[in-house]
């Protein structure tokens, strides 16, 4: 198929660009740059050996957008463009309402004018606010605690909506556990700026020296060592979970979370990266962070059952690739 991916030169669509090429298909990326760069396409291009056509377009922007639908002829979508820092979106709410809500909107409307009915979103597991884990598809969603999170759940809505309406439209919405990790050619990783608010960015950095010491967000929680616990997903995984999803898109808006069903509280994750790189990662015990719930993770069974997609990869091999990417990251 021949797919668009909007937001391909970042962190998890360059991951997901690699395997839509190694499955056969061909990819046209569309990317403003606003959190990458464009050298991650010439790193997949020595991955994949082949030439990405890129287009430097704000996807909110539809004048321009509508050019790149006027140049090709697409059989599906990959939709990744969007802010994704959860405090910038408090301090600056109107910022991320008007990018993640706009590109959405213009996107699945030049979809549509262009008969392009294949459309899979990025959404987020942050959906599910501090409800019950493990967290299931057919929850009802609780707010969440700031406008990245509401971004993500009136994307959902008007993307379902979009599929109730237009019988046509497939519409697949991918709800992310943690990413981490990277290709294991070390080429194409996450490398955000300034100082990083995830965890596994902050633990590399640790590592590498150019960070002082991991602050450990509370211990007081109720889990295994009172630390918080997350699912993290290797984003090889992760980028393969959307070739899934193209595969098996039918009519109507479906939703499946990308996880590995599988909790790892924050020190267990230190713990593993020590283990698996032979390094130490000094920490210390500080409050906990506000917004932060205890536990996050998937039941997963839905994606596998029906997209016929489980993660194969383990946290060593989340913690080696995470650490190989940032000692090549030269930044
Ligand atoms: P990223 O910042 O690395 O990639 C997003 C890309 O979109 C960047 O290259 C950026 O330049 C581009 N972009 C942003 N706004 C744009 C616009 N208006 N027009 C064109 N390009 C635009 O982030 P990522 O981690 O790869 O995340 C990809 C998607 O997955 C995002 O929608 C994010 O919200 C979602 N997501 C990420 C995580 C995570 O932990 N990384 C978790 C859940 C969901
Ligand atoms: C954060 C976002 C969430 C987003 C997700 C993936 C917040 C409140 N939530 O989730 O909306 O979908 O990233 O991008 O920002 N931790 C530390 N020290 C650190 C960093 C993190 O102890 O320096 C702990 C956290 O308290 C948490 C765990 O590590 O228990 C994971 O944190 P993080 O990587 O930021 O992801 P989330 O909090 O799950």
Not at 8 to 13: E, K, P, R, T
Not at 79 to 98: D, I, M, N, T, W
Request: aromatic share 10%; glycine share 10%.
């Amino acid at each position: 198929m021949h797919i668009l991916v909007t937001g391909g030169a970042g962190y998890i669509g360059s991951h997901t660009v690699v395997s839509l090429i190694e499955e056969g298909h061909s990819v046209v990326v569309v990317d403003n740059l606003s959190n990458s760069q464009l050298s991650a396409l010439d790193s997949v291009k020595k991955i994949t050996g082949k030439d990405i056509p890129f287009y430097h377009v704000d996807v909110t922007v539809e004048s321009e957008l509508e050019k790149v639908f006027q140049a090709h002829s697409f059989d599906g979508l990959i939709h990744f463009a969007g802010l994704k820092a959860v405090g910038e979106s408090v301090e600056k709410p109107l910022a991320y309402y008007y990018n993640n809500l706009v590109s959405t909107m213009v996107l699945a409307k030049l979809a549509q004018a262009y008969g392009v009915n294949r459309f899979v979103f990025s959404s987020s597991a942050t959906v599910y606010g501090d409800n019950q884990v493990p967290f299931h598809e057919g929850l009802d969603l609780l707010p969440t605690t700031n406008p990245y999170g509401e971004t993500k759940a009136m994307s959902e809505r008007i993307l379902s909506d979009a599929a109730k309406a237009n019988p046509n439209f497939a519409v697949s919405i991918l709800r992310y556990f943690n990413p981490v990790g990277a290709h294991e050619s070390g080429l194409i990783g996450e490398s955000p700026n300034g100082i990083p608010n995830n965890l596994m960015p902050f633990v590399t950095q640790v590592a590498k020296g150019k960070l002082k010491q991991l602050r450990v967000f509370g211990n007081d929680y109720d889990t295994v060592d009172g630390t918080g616990v997350r699912d993290y997903i290797h984003v090889v995984d992760l980028a393969e979970g959307h070739v899934a999803a193209l595969n098996h898109l039918t009519e109507g808006a479906h939703i499946f979370n990308l996880g590995t069903g599988k909790g790892t509280s924050v020190l267990e994750l230190v713990e593993a990266f020590e283990k698996a790189n032979e390094i130490e990662v000094p920490y210390e015990i500080v409050d906990r962070r506000p917004g932060d719930i205890a536990s996050c993770y998937a039941e997963a069974s839905k994606a596998k059952k029906e997209l016929g997609w489980t993660a194969k990869k383990g946290i060593v091999e989340m913690c080696r690739d995470s650490w190989k990417f940032e000692k090549n990251f030269q930044g």
